[in-house]
């Protein structure tokens, strides 16, 4: 059951325009034929963070399938993650950047979090874990 409003695209309230603290990083997250079937997630980390700090995440979702993907819409376990995306198309064998928002207003101690990306013309979505410590 998630909390807070369901977005179908970026929906980052003035709330998170506060402190942000970015971790650009070159992960990956690859999209393979055999993750969208079997539902396989990925595991995201934050790292340490302190009560009230927004986090964003910088990644890229890498197509390795052998049709283009579009996101069409997410949802999310808690209002305290969202995600930033382009809905165009994502080539075989391309990739995009998206963002991943966690605000860890209110939060305290280790969370775990999931975010379902969904992909236009597949009924499962592909599950990001998120992990974070809190303090």
């Known amino acids: 059951m998630a909390c807070g409003p369901q977005?179908?695209?970026?929906?980052?309230?003035?709330?998170?325009?506060?402190?942000?603290?970015?971790?650009?990083?070159?992960?990956?997250?690859?999209?393979?034929?055999?993750?969208?079937?079997?539902?396989?997630?990925?595991?995201?980390?934050?790292?340490?963070l302190h009560s009230g700090e927004v986090a964003l995440l910088q990644l890229r979702l890498?197509?390795?399938?052998?049709?283009p993907i579009v996101i069409t819409s997410y949802n999310r376990s808690c209002g305290c993650t969202t995600l930033e995306y382009d809905t165009q198309p994502i080539m075989p064998n391309e990739s995009a950047p998206i963002t991943l928002y966690f605000n860890s207003r209110g939060e305290w101690g280790w969370q775990l979090k999931t975010l379902d990306i969904f992909l236009?013309?597949?009924?499962k979505p592909l599950r990001l874990i998120i992990e974070a410590d809190v303090e």
């Open 7 to 48: 977005p179908s695209q970026r929906s980052v309230d003035e709330s998170t325009e506060m402190s942000k603290t970015s971790y650009v990083s070159q992960r990956i997250i690859s999209c393979t034929a055999e993750k969208i079937v079997s539902g396989i997630p990925d595991t995201v980390r934050f790292g340490h």
């Open 62 to 67: 890498a197509n390795q399938t052998t049709q």
């Open 120 to 123: 236009a013309g597949h009924s």
